[in-house]
């Protein structure tokens, strides 16, 4: 659909751009202060986890199957929860050990000691990269994160498109199974961040099929929103390990989660899976920095969450707070800027954001107008690696922490910058045809 604006008189444009002018000011006036920079649980969902608290008392037993939570000991993981996070990512127990609370971390300490040592007994990527680049493909939009990791290491990050089924797997098999340099891809098979896609089974085994060029190249599988369903038909994403299987594939795959969103953000227990072979190097590189993990957090989560059902029900509170955020993101972009042809924006079924593209070269402006408003977005670009999005037009929109009354006033915001700095645009587009 072209832009409104594009297709108004000189007259009518000058008249819209000065009545969004007003708006503005109007805001302005406002003086507001809200934050929607980053997916963070909102107070609601906090609550929702406190019972968890109770679970561990001064008299409760803290032993695990033979396992003392209270002393050193299972590096690996706690037996029960170890047992609760392969159920939740349906793979073996035995293939999969916890690190921590938080699976950034446990992503990042692998490419730190890829890059150090090297995988399986390849030549360390940092090693490589003295004689020529290598390289990370980065599914953009995607998350900023991610593309920090890899970015900090000393990586290429090269951005691969993003389709409605997932990253465009023509481009990741050319790239991957013909070029030795490119080491690895960051993957959100379910519920992506930001588009909120889940990887269509075609495209999961086209990744399970991947004959890659270089022996030490990973899938970075950040199965992160497994469980962040937001109605009760979620979106069905096929299990990995499996694909891998029928493919007749093993050494390819890491694939990583965590509690973080679903008991306490940042207290939660985190979680890797891979084959035999890779999980033995992990095993090794974690025994360097790690006795172990907090086995009481651990034993916590075990008891008060149990099995997959028990994450499927209290995930189903977690959405009964979230779906009214998202119903309101698509109501109000729907009357704000539906029809207009300056904004187009996703529909997930889950996950924690809307994606949202603004006109080519209005994500900076409408992000830089709507701070000076008071609503804090995440920064144009990051979904990019090295925060360039080449056509600037994506923006991050993250509706789970403000409560619904400050989550409807920063759509407004949105709404009116996107109108205005579309206007102005049309308005630039035109003057510059002109001279």
């Given amino acids: 659909m072209p832009n409104i604006y594009e297709s108004m008189t000189d007259e009518q444009l000058d008249a819209e751009i000065t009545k ?20 963070k649980p909102s107070p609601e969902q906090e609550n929702l986890s406190r019972p968890m608290l109770d679970v561990l008392t001064s008299t409760s037993d803290l032993a695990n199957q033979m396992v003392d939570a209270a002393n050193y000991g299972a590096p690996d993981g706690i037996p029960s929860a170890r047992r609760l996070m392969a159920d939740v990512l349906e ?33 360390p990527w940092g090693e490589q990269a003295r004689r020529h680049p290598v390289k990370f493909l980065c599914p953009s939009p995607g998350y900023d994160r991610h593309f920090l990791v890899s970015e900090n290491a000393g990586f290429q990050n090269v951005p691969v498109r993003m389709t409605a089924d997932g990253p465009d797997m023509d481009e990741v098999e050319c790239l991957v199974e013909n070029d030795p340099t490119v080491k690895g891809i960051w993957c959100v098979p379910k519920y992506s961040n930001p588009t909120g896609v889940t990887y269509s ?10 004959k890659p060029a270089a022996p030490d190249f990973r899938i970075f599988w950040d199965n992160a929103y497994v469980v962040h369903d937001l ?9 990995i390990f499996g694909a891998l299987k029928e493919a007749g594939n093993d050494d390819l795959v890491y ?14 227990i985190a979680a890797v899976a891979a084959s035999a072979g890779d ?33 499927l029900a209290h995930m189903a509170k977690h959405a009964e707070v979230l779906r009214p955020r998202f119903a309101l993101v698509e109501q109000k972009l729907t ?46 670009g990051a979904t990019w690696p090295n925060r360039h999005d080449p056509h600037d037009t994506n923006i991050r929109i993250a509706p789970s922490y403000p409560s619904l009354d400050n989550l409807e006033v920063a759509l407004d915001v949105l709404v009116v910058c996107t109108k205005y700095i579309s206007a102005k645009l049309a308005r630039e587009k035109r003057a510059g045809i002109a001279e």
């Fill in 20 to 39: 969004l002018e007003a708006e503005v000011e109007t805001l302005r006036f406002r003086d507001l202060t809200l934050d929607m920079t980053r997916g």
């Fill in 91 to 123: 793979v073996d127990p035995q293939h999969l050990i916890l690190g921590g609370s938080s699976s950034l971390n446990i992503m990042y300490d692998i490419v730190t000691n890829a890059w150090l040592h090297g995988i399986r007994g390849n030549e």
């Fill in 201 to 210: 089974d075609a495209t999961v085994r086209r990744f399970a099929a991947l």
């Fill in 231 to 239: 109605s009760d038909r979620p979106d069905e994403l096929l299990e």
């Fill in 255 to 268: 694939e990583f989660a965590s509690t973080s969103k679903v008991t306490f953000a940042g207290s939660g």
């Fill in 279 to 311: 999980l033995a190097e992990l095993k090794h590189w974690f025994s360097v920095e790690r006795v172990c993990g907090n086995k009481m957090n651990e034993l916590m989560h075990a008891r008060y969450l149990r099995n997959k059902a028990g994450v």
């Fill in 335 to 380: 009357e704000g800027l539906g029809g207009t042809g300056c904004a187009t924006w996703s529909h997930p079924h889950g996950g924690y954001f809307v994606s949202f593209d603004g006109p080519e070269g209005s994500a900076k402006r409408i992000v830089a107008l709507a701070a000076e408003l008071g609503v804090r977005m995440t920064a144009a």
